[in-house]
């Protein structure tokens, strides 16, 4: 069983396209897991509560539970459109997650692990969270004084638990450069953090105390048992989770989190994924601002799948990755519409004029094959290690062998039904058959199209047989393609 969340987000605001990498990078990995026959769990959601939340109401006019209610419709819309196979949507304003809260707050409170105390410090509203700094570093804004009586969790009672922890599970957090990050915050010393805010009234009471609530980020870790279905027993068939995140919030994930989930005798994390931020002009990419990125915008232009490949292909999980307008048309017209769309459009076009239009069964001996093998080998190595942009580098490699194989032996040029030209035409289809299983989970529609096109039933590939060499029958009905990713016109209005 594999249990896949992206973090849940918040409602201040509309999705922006650093929503999307991280929730279309778990959706590629969920999506992987079910081409291997896993089962497969995708978890997202949005995080309702907090000063934030509570604030952007108060500005635009209306309750947290309406501004709640009307983003998180826009965050599934969104996902909707963007081909997000979640399972279940998390809201933290929910009735069955405040169960969750309620009892795992109650559980550490009758443990001992929470205790009372003054909180005097600084606060980020925007990222909900406490800090020593005066300016935010990530979001470049002064950070607020706050004075008041909390409850906070013993964080500092875990340290010696998460080392082993780490000791044990060396894999646990990925890559290595943000485990060390995580270890970092152990060696400097584990200080108890407040779980709970005494001066706002938008979040979960504390059961015990219920002028104070929730603080934010420990109601929306909770989510995660939430969706698994925690209190009840069955919680361990999905249980432990591999969460998928950003680098911002690794203190949460890598130590915050098994924290509690050791103080509450949970099993911890079998995975925490962290890739780094989407820049803009060498800034984090925000959702309002100069720096904004319309995403509904983007896929009005680039469609959702050119939108997915971009961000899956150029952003190697780990680093930051630069984010352009420019750099999505790239990908849309070299590798998408140029590389990809001729290479199928050519095919089936010469498979309608020289064969009748019934696809041949490819040679074994092509010398496409030993290409088409490796490209294989080191595209399931990608998705497996999590990183799409190797699996669909390898992918496209395998697309050049096939376009360059086909500009060498010149098909058109031999007389319909040569021997060379069924040869030719066998291994390209081939070829795209594989290209249309190994891309599948970052491009779904586009593989699904791709498998159609070539005269095949149902798609429903699994790894790594469908992978093999030799896997179209031939003798199959192919139709001449119509694009798959239509020549771009200049939008109205430039996408920025």
């Known amino acids: 069983m594999t249990y896949l969340t992206t973090p849940i987000y918040y409602v201040n605001d509309v999705p922006h396209v650093g929503h999307a990498y991280t929730t279309v990078l778990a959706d590629a990995l969920a999506r992987w897991h079910r081409l291997a026959g896993r089962p497969v769990r995708l978890i997202t959601g949005t995080d309702e509560h907090g000063a934030k939340v509570q604030r952007a109401a108060a500005e635009v006019g209306v309750t947290p539970a309406a501004l709640a209610t009307t983003t998180a419709g826009r965050f599934r819309s969104t996902w909707d459109r963007l081909g997000i196979g979640y399972d279940e949507f998390i809201r933290t304003t929910s009735a069955t997650h405040r169960r969750t809260v309620t009892t795992l707050l109650t559980r550490l409170y009758e443990a001992g692990h929470l205790r009372r105390a003054r909180y005097d410090g600084?606060?980020?509203?925007?990222?909900?969270a406490y800090?020593?700094?005066?300016?935010?570093?990530?979001?470049?804004?002064p950070t607020e004084q706050i004075g008041e009586e909390n409850w906070f969790f013993r964080l500092s009672a875990f340290a010696g638990p998460l080392a082993e922890w780490f000791d044990r599970c060396p894999d646990a957090v990925q890559p290595a450069e943000r485990r060390n990050e995580a270890l970092g915050w152990l060696r400097r010393g584990l200080v108890d953090f407040s779980i709970s805010r005494a001066n706002l009234t938008w979040g979960i009471p504390l059961p015990w105390e219920p002028t104070q609530v929730t603080y934010v980020w420990f109601d929306a870790l909770a989510s995660y048992l939430t969706a698994a279905g925690w209190p009840e027993p069955d919680f361990h068939r999905w249980w432990p989770p591999r969460h998928v995140i950003g680098k911002d919030i690794v203190r949460f994930h890598a130590v915050y989190w098994p924290a509690i989930l050791l103080a509450a005798g949970l099993p911890l994390p079998e995975r925490v994924t962290v890739h780094g931020f989407l820049l803009q002009r060498g800034s984090k990419i925000a959702k309002s601002g100069e720096r904004a990125v319309p995403l509904d915008d983007l896929i009005d232009r680039f469609g959702p799948e050119a939108l997915r490949y971009h961000l899956l292909r150029d952003n190697p999980v780990g680093p930051d990755g630069e984010f352009s307008v420019a750099a999505v048309e790239a990908r849309y017209r070299?590798?998408?519409?140029?590389?990809?769309?001729?290479l199928l459009s050519r095919v089936t076009a010469l498979v309608v004029s020289h064969h009748g239009g019934l696809g041949p069964a490819p040679r074994p001996d092509s010398p496409l094959a030993p290409v088409a093998a490796e490209c294989a080998e080191t595209g399931v190595a990608g998705w497996e290690a999590g990183q799409p942009a190797e699996a669909l580098t390898a992918a496209w490699r395998l697309v050049a062998a096939a376009n360059a194989y086909l500009v060498s032996a010149r098909p058109w040029r031999t007389a319909p039904g040569s021997a060379e030209a069924v040869e030719v035409l066998g291994a390209a289809l081939e070829a795209l058959r594989i290209v249309a299983v190994l891309a599948a989970p970052a491009i779904p529609r586009t593989a699904a199209r791709i498998w159609r096109q070539l005269g095949l039933d149902g798609y429903a590939p699994r790894v790594p047989a469908d992978l093999a060499w030799g896997g179209y029958p031939g003798g199959r009905p192919v139709e001449r393609a119509t694009p798959l990713f239509p020549r771009l016109t200049p939008p109205a209005q430039p996408v920025r």
């Open 334 to 342: 070299a590798d998408l519409a140029n590389t990809l769309g001729n």
């Open 131 to 141: 800090t020593t700094r005066a300016v935010c570093p990530v979001h470049g804004r």
């Open 122 to 128: 600084r606060y980020c509203v925007a990222c909900e």
